[in-house]
C-alpha cells in the first residue's frame, strides 16, 4: 500500500470540473493544444537536438491526426493492490506524489499522446476458481469509475468508430482488455456478461494454465487448446472480442489461429527470435500472424525485451529458490539475502533502442500492417531506459522516425493497424450474430466427451 502522506485526494473543483468548467474549445484546437502540450513535454524533459526535435515534431503531427493505442497498462491493478479500490485514495490526475511511483496518470498520458488505452482488467492466477469473476468485474468497474470522474479527459470505447470519435474530440478512449482466462469461471455464460460490461479482449491464459488452455509460463497440460479452448474462441469471435493471445504457450497460439476467424492480438508481447523469453512470440506464429491479419503489440517488459535482463531474471529467480530451500518460510530473511545479492551484482537495463529493435523484427517479420505497441506500464516495476513512463511513448516513434520509417507506417503502429482488426472483429461478430445462436457448451461435456479431464474437475459422484 503507498504511504498515506504520499497519496492527495481529488479536490471537489477536479471532481466536478464540468460542472463549472468554461465552454469546451472546439476538438480541432482541444488536439492542436494537446498535440503542442506532447512536444513542449518532450522537448522540455530531453534536451533534444535540432533533428530530435524535428523528429518530436513529425510525431506530434502524426498523433494529431492518428490515435495512439497502447494495448495494456495496469493502472486498474495499482488501485487495486495500493489502495483497495478506493479512487479518493490515488488521485489519478498527478500520481507523482505516490510512492512506490507509477507510470500512468492524466498529465502524463496528455503528454504522451495517447489517444486510445486499452486498461487492463487483471487478476492473479491464483485467484482461479469461485470469486474470480467478483474480482475481475470489480476491476472492470475501477475502470468505469475512473472514466466517469475525469469526463474530461477519459471517454468509455467499445468499437474502433468509439476510438475515433473519441480521440477527434480531445480525449482519451478507454477500452478494457482482460487478462486471463481464469476471469471466466470455465463460463461462456460469464464470458458473454464480461463482454456486455465492456471487455474488448480476453488474454486466454495468464502464468498458469487454465483448464482449457495451456501458458507459455507453466508446464504443459493440454497441448494448447482443449475442445472447450476451441470453444471459447469461437464464442469470442461471435461476440466480437479480441483474441489475445500474450501468456500463451506456442501450441495455443497455434490452436488458437487454427480456430479463430477473426484477427487476432498480442497484447503485450515482444520477439523470441531477438529476446529467447517464453512469454515472446516465435517467428514462425509471427508469420501466421501476418496470414491472419492480426496485430503483435510490442511490449515494454525489461526480461522480454533485453537478453541480458533476461539472464539476470533468470539467475536471480534460481538463487530465491536456492535460498527459500535454505531458509523455508522465513521469506523476511529471503529477501534479505535477495538484497544483498542484487548489491553484489551489477545492474542491466533494457533500453529504448532494445524496445524499437523488437519492433523492427516484428515489422521484418510480420510485417508492418501487423504491429503495434503494449508497453505494460503500471504492471512493471523496471523500466526500460528512456521508457520511464507514459509520457516518454513519443522519444519511441522519434526513434523509429530516425531509423527510417514512414509517417505512413508509424502511424499504422500507433493505431491504424489495430483499429482494423477492432473493425475486422466487429464485421464479423455482426455477420456470426445473425447466423449463430450464444454458445451453451460446458467445459465438462466437451471435454469430457474427448477424454481430456479439468485440471479442476470436482471428483465423480458415486
Known sequence: MPRADCIREPTPARRHRRSTAPRRWPARLRRAASAAAILLASLATSGATEDEAQRLQTVREILAEVPLVDGHNDVPWQYRTRARNHLDRIDFADTSAVDPPMHTD????????????????????????????????????????????????????????????IHRAGRIASLIGMEGGHAIENSLGVLRQLYRAGARYLTLTHSSNVDWADSATDEPAHGGLTPFGREVVREMNRLGMLVDLSHVSPQTMHDALDVTASPVVFSHSSARAVTDHPRNVPDDVLVRVRQNGGVVMVTFVPDFVDDAVRRVSVARGAERERLRALYGADEARVEAELRLYDELRPPARASLSDVADHIEHVRRTAGVDHVGIGSDFDGITAVPTGLEDVSRLPHLLAELLDRGWSRDDVAKLCGANVLRVLRSNEELARQLAASRPPSDALLEELDAAAGRPSLSAPPARP
Open 106 to 165: 492524466l498529465r502524463r498520458l496528455r503528454a504522451s499522446g495517447i489517444g486510445a488505452q486499452f486498461w487492463s482488467v487483471y487478476i492473479p492466477a491464483d485467484l482461479a476458481g469461485p470469486g474470480a469473476a467478483r474480482a475481475v468485474l470489480e476491476q472492470i468497474d475501477v475502470v468505469h469509475r475512473l472514466v466517469d470522474r475525469y469526463p474530461d479527459v477519459l471517454e468509455m470505447a467499445y468499437t474502433a468508430d468509439d476510438v475515433v470519435r
